[in-house]
């Protein structure tokens, strides 16, 4: 019995691991992370640029102020 049960055990194993190998396909992630880093270098450098067109937009209106 006890053979049986591990026969049947590693049976499920097997076409277990056939079944994912075969329905998902590995995928190539390679250099995902560097166009994550990318990406995020992109982000920062538009939020930068936000913030200096918004300071300088209020430097230019403060300097019109002075008398």
């Known amino acids: 019995m006890l053979k049986l049960l591990v026969q049947i055990h590693l049976t499920m194993l097997f076409v277990d691991d056939l ?4 329905s998902a396909p590995t995928r ?6 560097t166009i994550e880093h990318v990406l995020w270098a992109v982000a920062v450098l538009a939020i930068v640029g936000v913030v200096v067109a918004a300071v300088k937009a209020y ?4 300097a019109g102020n002075l008398k």
């Open 19 to 22: 079944a994912r190998t075969r």
């Open 28 to 33: 190539n992630e390679r250099g995902s992370v």
């Open 59 to 62: 430097v230019a209106t403060q």
